[in-house]
Every structure is written in C-alpha cells, then in structure tokens.
C-alpha cells in the first residue's frame, strides 16, 4: 500500500500545485487571452505555426519529458523514497513549473525569442553571448547524451530485416521508431494540407500507432549501434530544417498517447499489485537510506541527479524555442508550461515507485540502464512471470515508450540548437541570417549550425553514457538557474512581480555550481592517473560551464542591483 499512497499523495499535491500557485502566477503576470501570440502575428508556415492546444500540449511534453523524469528519479532512489518524492513535487510546482511557465511567458511578450534574446533586453548584449554559448554547450551534451541512448536502444548484432522469434527488444524497438516517423508526416499532411479536423486525425493516427506496434511486435530492423548513430544525426538535421508541421508537431503529437498510455498503465499496475499479493512485485524501496550514497551528500547530488522530474533548464529552451512560436492563445500558457512540468513531476514519481519495485536488483546491478528498471518494475506490477504474454507484451511497450521520448527530445533539441546558433552571430536590426554580412552571414546560416551540432553531439555520443550523462546533469540544473535568472531580470524590467523567482533561482545556481566544483576536484585527480580523453573532455566542458556561469551571475546580480536602485528612486 506504501506504493498508492505515494502516488495519490503526489497527484493531490500537484493538482493543488497548480490550481491555486499556477492561476496565482498567471494573475501577476498579467497573462491575457486577448492579446495577439507571436504564432498569429509573425505565422510563416516553417517555426511560426499557430497549433491546436492538444497538438501543442502533445509536443511539448513529449519533448520535455524525454528520458529525463526515468532516468533522473531512479538513479537518486538510492537516497530513499521520500527525498525523491518530495524534490519531484516541492521542486515540480515551485521551481520546475515557474521557470516552465516563465519561460514561455517571457518569450510570447517577445515575438517568441529564446532565452538569449530575452536577456538581451534585460541584462545586454555580452549577458545574450555568454547565456548562448553556454546553452550550445548544454544542447551539445543533450544530443550526445540522447543520440547515445537511442542507438543503444536500437542497436542490434544482426543486419537487416528480422522476423518470429528471432525479433529482439531492441529490433522492435527501432521499426516502430521508424514508423513513427512515416505516421508522423501521414498526419500532417493530413491535418495541414489536406484540411482533416485534429479529432478524426488523431482517432487515425492512434490507430496506426496500434498498427505500428502490432507490426513491431512481429518484425523488427537490425543494425549496428555506429549505424544508428550516423543515420540518427541524418534524421534529427533534416527533422530541425523542415516545417514543424511536417514532423515536429505530429511526431511530439503522437507520441505524447504513448506517453499517457505509458503513465496509465503504470498507475493500473500500482494499484494492482497492491491488492495480489505474492503474484505480483512489493514495493520494497526504503523511505530514507542516508544523507550520503554513492551519489555523494544529499546536497547537491539529489537535486542534480533527479533533474526533469522537479526542474529542467532544458525546458527553458524548449518554452522559448519552438513551444512559444507555436501557442495560438496566452490562455493556453498555463496548461502547457506549468501543466506539462507538474505532469512530469508526476512521471518521475512513477517512475520512483518502478524502481522501488525492483529495487533490490537494480542496487545489485541487475539492469544495463533505469530505462529496463522502470520497465521490469512496472511489468512486474502485473506479473512476476517473465516469460508471460502479459509481462512481454508490457516490458516492450514501455521500453519502446523510452526511446521514443528521447527521441522526442533529440529532434527539438536540435532545432533550438539551429535558432541559438544564428542568434549567436546575429546583431542588432539583423532578423535572420540573410540580414547578416561577411563571415557572420555564413556562419548564421542554418544549415551550418545544424550540421556542426549534429556532428559533434554524434561523435559524443559515440561515447560511454556514463561519461557523458553526468555533465548533462549539471549542466542542465545550471541552466534552469540561469533561465529563472534571465526571466526574473526581464520582470523586474517591466515592472512585473518577480519575487518568487529569487529563492529557486539561488538555490540551483549554488546547488549546481557546488556539484560542478566537487565534479572538477574529482576529475583533475582522475586526469592526473591517466589520459582517457574522456576524463579530459568532461574537464574542459565543466570548467568553460562554471566560467561562463560565474560571469553570467556577476551580469545578473548587477541588473538586480540596476533595478532595485531604480525602483527606489520612483
């Protein structure tokens, strides 16, 4: 019963969570369905496409979610249940969501800019070129973190079609991936050119989920990890260039039903294996192991390592990069920026409870990845018998579930990588890469930041997981610190309430820049025993972030000092 009462806890809490501090944040923010969105006034059929509420809800989360709010919650489980639950709910609707839902705000009231341009306005323009460089970064090791994930998933020794028995997890996982992506441009035609209303589309579109599933079950794609990577980075180039009604939009759309169906069935498993008794899995995760585990102290390596569960500087980007150029309505803000993040905080206790179900195996090392200990956790909720139909057929659907998520996450992560790249050489009075001259204009082009981040994050991701996925934490929870900053600042200009953002914006910058700093102690000792140049990489990478954090805090903490100055003067 510990597992139900966890859950139900949680879902409470964040419906509380956003009933009263959600509408309370629209209220001082002053968000208003009268007002015309950037997706209205700037349409022009490739990033600027007004889309349904459910289309947007769906790309949204499904890019949000990713592998983050499984990953996360399951590695820091060894903490115990309780500090887990109560970071992914306190952190969920006080820190995760207001810097969602900010974000996306910010960013609609400025033609639906990126957090760069936003801070432009607020703190200037070398606080602009410090906070992109250090979002590319990020990016760089989301796409080799998620392009790393992906290809393992689909990676298989064979070659070629396979059929029967002979189909393996990892083959279904791929064909169904792929059909995805065929599905996903069938919609779109179908709703964007072809004039089919969103519901009769999305009952077609569920269908050829099924039917994509079906067909998985039952065949699969073989081939080696290195070729995934290569056709991957293909596929995610070609993803960022095209309209994002082609792909983007019905892709995120349609995954976010796995998503749901993922979640439901999750929660049906909690339920009833409380009532089955010894057929099914026990929660067996303790409430507290210690202030110290293998992670390290409970501060910072809770905060960093549950990540999406509670706060994401990654959405930031997501919010202001594609999210803000699609929202038809100011209305619909609040849904999609703080609804989507409470629904992922949501996830990530899910996610919890699934470990906890096999937890003493995942301590003993039994899993390759949290990605198979969710799954197992879960399928174990409804049968202990591995070779069932029951267990396979769920063990598959959410491993598929997984990749499919992160595969979300990859294609819009390189499409802001795409935006933020331009911006970088753009300067003012300059719209897009054809407004820029010499140099500028051809580095501005969005092929060339499309090509250069999809090579190097590939060619990370070549890497071991473990090498990369520990920078991706820290670096993702400094960018939420950042992001709260940079929307704080641009509150504070227009004379908008901002003081809910100081608390959550000091405690990750401190939070991540401790982790960051024990991180290089730790990595300096390893690089002097040796020269993997993995240990190194990961030592340049973290030392440019605190650098580049650092300068950006003093331009923060000197806007804040700029404005309070001139608050007191009026």
């Known amino acids: ?62 890019s949000i979610a990713g592998a983050g709010p499984i990953n996360g919650p399951i590695q820091a489980s060894v903490f115990g249940w309780l500090p887990v639950f109560l970071w992914c709910v306190i952190g969920g609707i006080f820190f995760g969501g207001l810097q969602d839902f900010g974000s996306l705000f910010a960013s609609i009231r400025n033609e639906g800019k990126s957090v760069g341009e936003i801070i432009k306005t607020s703190m200037g323009d070398r606080a602009k070129k410090l906070f992109i460089l250090f979002a590319l970064l990020v990016l760089i090791m989301v796409i080799a973190s998620f392009v790393n994930v992906v290809a393992g998933t689909f990676a298989s020794e064979a070659t ?94 349609l995954s976010s039903f796995l998503l749901y169906a993922m979640m439901a069935v999750a929660v049906v498993g909690i339920f009833f294996s409380a009532f089955t008794g010894d057929k099914t899995a026990t929660f067996e995760l303790p409430m507290f192991t210690g202030w110290s585990t293998s992670l390290g102290g409970m501060f910072p390596a809770l905060f960093i390592t549950v990540a ?27 849904p999609i920026g703080y609804g989507s993040m409470l629904i992922e905080s949501a996830l990530g206790v899910v996610s919890l409870i699934a470990v906890g179900m096999v937890f003493k195996r995942y301590t003993d090392g039994e899993f390759g990845s949290p990605a198979v200990a969710f799954a197992t956790g ?27 998520f992160a595969l979300t996450s990859l294609d819009t992560g390189t499409r802001l990588s795409r935006f933020m790249f331009t911006e970088l050489f753009l300067k003012d009075g300059e719209a897009t890469w054809k407004d820029a001259t010499g140099a500028r204009k051809f580095l501005a082009h969005p092929l060339v930041g499309t090509v250069f981040m999809v090579v190097v994050g590939c060619y990370l991701g070549g ?14 929870q400094l960018l939420a610190g950042l992001a709260l900053m940079a929307v704080a600042a641009w509150l504070g200009q227009i004379g908008k309430n901002n003081k809910m953002f100081y608390i959550p914006m000091v405690f990750m910058l401190v939070a991540t820049l401790t982790f960051l700093v024990i991180k290089i102690k730790s990595l300096i000792t390893i690089c002097m025993a040796g020269t993997e140049w993995g240990n190194w990489f990961q030592l340049v990478i973290a030392v440019a972030m605190v650098v580049l954090a650092v300068f950006l805090v003093i331009e923060g903490i000197g806007t804040f000092s700029k404005q309070s100055k001139n608050k007191a003067k009026a």
């Open 1 to 62: 019963m510990t597992a139900v009462l966890i859950i139900l806890a949680a879902i409470v809490l964040l419906v509380i969570g956003y009933v009263t501090y959600g509408s309370w944040l629209a209220k001082q923010w002053g968000v208003d369905p009268s007002r015309k969105t950037p997706a209205v006034e700037m349409e022009d059929g490739v990033d600027y496409v007004a889309a349904k509420p459910a289309v947007l809800m769906g790309h949204h989360f499904s």
């Open 160 to 253: 070629g079609f396979t059929t029967g028995d002979a189909v393996t997890g990892n083959e279904t996982t791929a064909i169904v991936s792929v059909l995805f992506i065929v599905l996903a441009i069938i919609y779109g035609l179908l709703t964007n050119r072809a004039g089919l209303k969103t519901l009769p589309a999305t009952i077609i579109g569920i269908i050829g989920i099924v039917a994509a599933i079906a067909i998985g079950l039952n065949c699969g794609l073989a081939m080696s990890r290195t070729t995934w990577i290569i056709l991957i980075g293909v596929y995610i180039a070609v993803a960022s260039l095209i309209p994002v009604w082609i792909m983007l939009q019905p892709r995120d759309y």
């Open 308 to 334: 999406c569960g509670a706060c994401s500087g990654f959405h930031s980007l997501i919010s202001t990069g594609t999210s803000s150029k699609q929202l038809a309505n100011e209305k619909d803000a609040k």
């Open 378 to 404: 879960i399928a174990s909720m409804f049968s202990l018998d591995t070779a069932s139909h029951v267990y396979n057929v769920i063990y598959t659907l959410l491993t598929l579930a997984v990749s499919v």
């Open 463 to 476: 890497m071991s997981l473990s090498a990369i996925w520990g920078l991706f934490g820290a670096a993702n």
